[in-house]
């Protein structure tokens, strides 16, 4: 609690300073009025994705809308090169450039610029990927490292989802197959100063109940002796969430809170057996507040930032009259079944201080940042009553609180700080450099120090050449470091791991028109200290840094080209090569996409969406490819959206699930929506 209170404190005293100085007008922050094609995530000023020293993708509102996406992850699939996974508890697995992670820990997301992965798991992907998109103003995405600016969890990308706090004040209505239903109601009030925005949704999806031919007790005599028990043999991907997201802003202050609860369904459960009782429950709660003073050449912006994660995992995990066998030969007989619950809370206090100065041809951005997380009150329910050793038990009907005998996760806390440095320096009109650096501390592993510099010569105009160079790390994550062992689930984290660390280098060439544009860039990313599971020699697993070194590279695609007033066609393709399979695998070699929208007469308009994967890497999974139409009509009053989605009914795997289910995850074939919406 001590460092809340200082977090807070640091905040108002701040802000109590801020007030002794005289505001002028920044005519710089005029150009944020416009983010068609510009974004703040490179440099933390609006930008043209072009000139930005990093390689960057926009997506606006508008995009998301012609695409009829319904959910930030399906927005995200316009990403050049960006892949789409399931992991084992129905989280959405996000990876860039060739580098899979478990719980997309290696991905950071950002909230309107503040950093939202979770502690415990790392990733951010929880809840940010199942974000409804109608709250949206744009998607920003740095391909690349980005931990000057940003910190851990930068580390082969970055993505910002801006929320928009101007709206045309809607009801909207959302029906699809799979009983999918989600309504939302958008307003926003404005008085001269002031602003009121306010955005609930509420979704509901029944399962698609998929059929699961073969399961582990099917073809692993090692882990049931009852190949023939009765047991559920279809998915349980079911969903529940509700969304708030509410603030207001006078002058230069601001103020938003945002909540999520969502629970589903565990598709796959835990063990490789199907349940349709398995969930997953968890709710987040954010708390923002913001100042923003600005001076002759200098502005200063303040934020404090408070979370609280709440998490609930229960699982299924062994049908009853299971008679499992580890590999000592011991056997287990439950004539209940096994299931287990396993509850944290984790709270996060936020503080940072940006600065922005201008001199002649330079622009400095720096910064301080003071952040404390705590994971707390882990629970953990059994239907196992363990009596004096690991091999003598009794199992009951209901479940145990067992937290006074056996911790699945330690309580801990973690403080750090960081300070960072950037200058933008212009050699005349045409060639800009970026330089940056940061040092990160933090109490339970040490410190760390990130280093960047970015090139772009901006030659006849339209043409954009860069050469990039770029550090990043992430700092293990919770669950890695006090994991605790678990007879179930037999690994354990490791207090002694140190944060994973990659280099990057990048050259691109861009050209942009008022009708076309096309980049080309080539990638190479150095690994260090890549934190895996390893068994030991009992097959007990733990996390572990590598003591080898691995790269990725590849070249990356993309282009855009606008006929008409209001049509276009964008494409993109992205080829990865790896020299190390660990933290590399359930990766494709090709990823190609385009996207066709048009106008058909006025207010009814189609997209035409494709997406292809080759190639899977370390493992033997289909190529497989997705389609989606999207017809929409709109007009001044309403909007009305039909959307076919994997048009053509292909069936598809996420390569992620094979080492549990030997014919993997089927994904859904045909589906269809309808969106309805309504301003007033």
């Not at 009708?515 to 097959?539: E, M, R, S, V």
Request: charged letters at 20%; proline letters at 4%.
């Amino acid at each position: 609690m001590f460092y809340i209170k200082g977090v807070f404190f640091a905040f108002f005293f701040g802000l109590f300073l801020s007030f002794w100085g005289h505001q002028l007008e920044a005519k710089e922050l005029e150009a944020e009025l416009s983010y068609l094609e510009l974004a703040n995530i490179a440099t933390g000023r609006p930008q043209s994705k072009f000139e930005a020293p990093s390689t960057v993708t926009v997506i606006t509102a508008e995009d998301i809308k012609n695409m009829g996406a319904r959910t930030v992850l399906e927005a995200l699939r316009l990403v050049p090169g960006l892949i789409v996974g399931l992991d084992i508890s129905g989280v959405p697995i996000v990876s860039m450039r060739g580098v899979y992670s478990s719980g997309s820990e290696r991905i950071l997301f950002l909230l309107n610029g503040i950093p939202v992965n979770n502690p415990l798991t790392g990733g951010g992907t929880l809840f940010f990927a199942d974000l409804s998109v109608d709250k949206v103003e744009r998607i920003e995405v740095i391909r690349g490292p980005g931990s000057v600016l940003y910190g851990s969890e930068a580390f082969t990308g970055v993505i910002n989802i801006v929320l928009k706090r101007d709206y045309l004040d809607h009801f909207g209505y959302w029906r699809g197959s799979y009983d999918f239903d989600e309504f939302n109601l958008s307003f926003d009030k404005k008085n001269k100063d002031f602003n009121f925005w306010f955005d609930f949704v509420h979704r509901d999806k029944n399962s698609s109940s998929l059929p699961i031919k073969k399961d582990r007790f099917s073809t692993f005599p090692l882990f049931s002796l009852s190949k023939d028990l009765p047991r559920y043999r279809y998915t349980s991907d079911w969903e529940r969430r509700e969304e708030i997201y509410a603030g207001l802003s006078w002058k230069d202050l601001d103020f938003d809170i945002f909540y999520v609860n969502h629970a589903n369904g565990i598709p796959y459960n835990l063990s490789g057996v199907p349940s349709n009782r398995s969930r997953f429950a968890r709710q987040n709660f954010m708390l923002n507040l913001s100042y923003k003073v600005y001076f002759d050449s200098l502005s200063i912006e303040q934020l404090a930032h408070f979370s609280y994660y709440y998490h609930d995992l229960f699982a299924d995990f062994y049908p009853k009259n299971s008679r499992i066998m580890d590999s000592f030969g011991h056997i287990y007989y439950f004539p209940y079944g096994l299931r287990w619950k396993r509850k944290s809370e984790t709270i996060r206090a936020r503080y940072e201080l940006k600065t922005r100065y201008k001199f002649g041809k330079h622009r400095l951005f720096g910064g301080l940042v003071l952040q404390y997380d705590s994971l707390e009150n882990p629970k953990y329910y059994e239907n196992i009553l363990p009596i004096n050793n690991v091999y003598s038990y009794i199992n009951i009907p209901r479940l145990h609180n067992l937290s006074d005998i056996f911790e699945w996760i330690s309580e801990e806390d973690r403080f750090y700080y960081s300070l960072y440095l950037q200058d933008e320096y212009s050699f005349g009109k045409n060639i800009f450099l970026t330089l940056g650096m940061r040092y990160d501390r933090y109490d339970d592993f040490g410190d760390n120090l990130s280093f960047r510099a970015g090139l772009v010569f901006n030659f006849k105009k339209s043409w954009h050449f860069k050469i990039l160079y770029g550090e990043g790390f992430r700092a293990p994550s919770f669950r890695e470091l006090y994991l605790k062992s678990c007879p179930v689930l037999p690994r354990s984290g490791n207090p002694s791991l140190d944060a994973e660390e990659m280099e990057a280098y990048e050259i691109g060439l861009f050209y942009s028109s008022s009708f076309f544009q096309f980049g080309i860039t080539y990638f190479y990313h150095d690994y260090d200290d890549l934190i895996y599971l390893a068994p030991d020699k009992f097959f007990n697993f733990y996390y572990k840094n590598s003591s080898s070194r691995a790269h990725t590279q590849g070249i990356e695609l993309e282009g855009k080209y606008i006929f008409g007033k209001l049509d276009y066609f964008l494409f993109s393709y992205a080829y990865f090569d790896h020299s190390n399979p660990k933290g590399f695998h359930c990766v494709p070699y090709h990823v190609f996409s385009f996207n066709l929208f048009k106008h058909l007469f006025k207010g009814l308009s189609f997209d035409y969406r494709f997406y292809y994967l080759s190639g899977w890497s370390s493992y033997d999974i289909d190529d497989y490819s997705i389609s989606d139409l999207i017809i929409r009509y709109f007009q001044p009053r309403f909007e009305f959206t039909v959307g076919v989605y994997n048009l053509w009914d292909h069936h598809y795997r996420y390569p992620d699930l094979s080492h549990f289910y030997p014919d993997n995850y089927v994904m859904p074939g045909r589906s269809f929506g309808l969106k309805l919406l309504f301003y007033f």
